[in-house]
């Protein structure tokens, strides 16, 4: 249990993890509670499946420590199949086994020694959560890809885990099953408890599904989101030190001003939206027209061309209250502490 | 041409005529080469798939070995089996030279590599996420050997498949370590080679018939497996 009384189901302490000799990733600590939701936002190559490979004990952190319920993962094989097997993972392309798609849900069972007598009941149950009733016969191979990664879902809820890993489970999946596919993950999560932990570089998607979102960025978990994410240098001035996009200056704090990054980030929740401009301590302000509106249920996001592309997040109500759409000309504005090195 | 003409008529003849010394030498030469498959795929298989998944010490010029002894002559194997079945070599007291088991041995020697290389290059064309996938669901050792068997098993069947078609096309060994004795260790091949050579070519040609049979169903088998694979 941590300090609030949520179980920790899994935990990393210290992690990092080099390929040939690369720094891939960065973990200081990262803990999983029980029955949430986690979603690993990041672009290619962030990191992100390293990181369930590992959480998921199908590969071996170059240093750190993994704690699964308090207890730590040792290095013997036995106790970290035991472990194992009450995890599941999918993979962004899912495999399918040269069989029947009933041969496929039940390969977990099988690795744990269920008799084929009691599989038949626990496939039919987990074909059922994914939609995919009445499919137990045929071929996995002719399956088309949204319809893989469903039986991929299936095969790994079959095991009944503690903890689903899915490793970007809409990205090979044309747009009908995307939607199909984010309620079964939720519902996956609301009906049986099931911890899960996705990745995604669809950040939307990470919050329309997910409890808690990490950023990860070069193997490295970042204090904000991947939008408003801009490469640049930081340069000092009278003023203060700012970050040159090359499009347009950006103040940030002076702590940062000795700083090597060639990275920032900015939170589209810290950035205000005005018709006008106004007087603030705000020290970035830029004018700029709405270029596109995403409804995220409750929220909008507004994607803003300012010199440098902003996405900016309010609420419908105030979207509503200001009038607002594709072409609106906006001023965004927003403190130099809300601006993140990387 | 009249001559090729009357052997191919005599050829026919005693195909349909049953000719039991014919039927004997197809029925023997199939049990010879398919026991020695059968032996053959039992340790090539193994050896292949060790091979194949395992990094260790020596591996890459175990598998140089491995590749150079599927183009082994057949006759060298015969001279080297030889060399320890007959009377007065090691293997002597065993009394195995012009036996039915001895052209076994040289056949299954034959396969062996054969069958061990193409199961090294079918487990290693199984997708990496297969075993990924299997290890993520918590496949232990024996069931993660059994799984990428299983989703090579068509290249491991065509494997087999090439195998045998080595050990019933061979005519080196199995005359030197046989004998070609008449109904005991006489097969498709060395039958051939005796008959052609006593001038009995219609004989030989009904032979020949039977063994293009053999090579054929293997191919279209192995054909068949080749696309069921993929």
Redesign the interface.
Request: without cysteine; positive net charge.
């Given at each position: 249990m941590n300090e609030i009384g949520e179980m920790v189901q899994l935990e990393l302490r210290n992690v990092t993890h080099r390929y040939n000799g690369k720094m891939v990733l960065d973990i200081p600590h990262l803990s999983i509670q029980r029955g949430k939701i986690y979603g690993v936002v990041g672009p290619n190559g962030s990191g992100k499946t390293t990181l369930l490979s590992i959480m998921n004990l199908l590969i071996r952190p170059t240093r750190g420590q993994l704690f699964f319920e308090g207890k730590p993962i040792h290095n013997e094989d036995d106790s970290r199949l035991e472990i194992q097997r009450s995890m599941a993972m999918t993979l962004q392309t899912p495999y399918l086994f040269n069989t029947t798609v009933e041969g496929n849900v039940a390969y977990g069972l099988r690795a744990r020694g269920i008799p084929r007598r009691n599989r038949a009941a626990v496939i039919e149950d987990a074909l059922h959560q994914v939609g995919l009733r009445g499919l137990t016969n045929r071929r996995a191979r002719e399956l088309s890809g949204g319809e893989a990664q469903l039986v991929a879902i299936a095969r790994a809820l079959a095991v009944d885990p503690k903890i689903l890993f899915l490793d970007e489970p809409t990205a090979n999946v044309d747009l009908r099953h995307i939607g199909q596919l984010e309620e079964i993950v939720s519902a996956i999560n609301a009906d049986r408890g099931t911890t899960i932990v996705l990745t995604t570089h669809n950040l939307p998607q990470a919050y329309r599904l997910a409890h808690h979102v990490f950023p990860l960025f070069e193997g490295r978990m970042v204090p904000s989101t991947m939008h408003n994410l801009f490469g640049g240098t930081i340069k000092a001035s009278a003023d203060g030190p700012y970050f040159d996009t090359g499009k347009i200056q950006i103040w940030i704090p002076q702590e940062f001003s000795s700083s090597p990054s060639n990275y920032i980030s900015v939170n589209p929740e810290d950035i205000i939206v005005s018709k006008e401009p106004f007087a603030s301590s705000a020290r970035n302000r830029y004018e700029g027209t709405i270029t596109q509106v995403v409804d995220q249920k409750g929220r909008v996001d507004l994607v803003v061309n300012a010199g440098e592309t902003f996405r900016v997040q309010i609420t419908e109500h105030s979207f509503r209250r200001m009038g607002l759409n594709v072409g609106s000309r906006i001023y965004v504005t927003f403190k130099a502490t809300s601006v993140h090195l990387l | 041409m009249e001559y090729l003409i009357e052997a191919f008529g005599d050829s026919i003849e005693l195909i349909f005529s049953f000719d039991r010394e014919i039927y004997g030498i197809v029925g023997r030469s199939l049990v010879f080469s398919l026991t020695a498959t059968f032996l053959a795929a039992l340790f090539g298989v193994p050896i292949g798939f060790l091979v194949g998944t395992k990094r260790f010490r020596g591996r890459s010029g175990l598998l140089t070995v491995m590749n150079t002894l599927m183009a082994l002559p057949t006759v060298v194997v015969g001279l080297l089996a030889y060399g320890f079945f007959s009377r007065r070599a090691p293997l002597g007291f065993l009394d195995l030279l012009f036996s039915p088991t001895a052209v076994i041995i040289g056949e299954f020697i034959l396969s062996l590599p054969i069958i061990a290389n193409l199961t090294v290059s079918a487990v290693q064309a199984v997708?990496s996420?297969?075993i990924?996938?299997?290890?993520?669901?918590?496949?232990?050792r024996a069931?993660m050997t059994w799984?990428i068997l299983?989703?090579a098993?068509f290249s491991l069947l065509a494997a087999i498949i090439a195998g045998f078609g080595r050990a019933v096309s061979e005519v080196g060994s199995a005359m030197m370590l046989g004998g070609n004795i008449r109904f005991y260790t006489r097969t498709m091949t060395t039958a051939i080679a005796l008959e052609t050579s006593k001038g009995e070519f219609g004989f030989g040609l009904a032979l020949g018939f039977f063994l293009l049979l053999v090579v054929f169903s293997i191919n279209i088998l192995f054909h068949f497996l080749q696309v069921r694979g993929r």
């Open positions: - | 997708d996420r297969a990924l996938t299997a290890k993520s669901l918590g496949a232990g069931l799984t299983m989703e098993r």
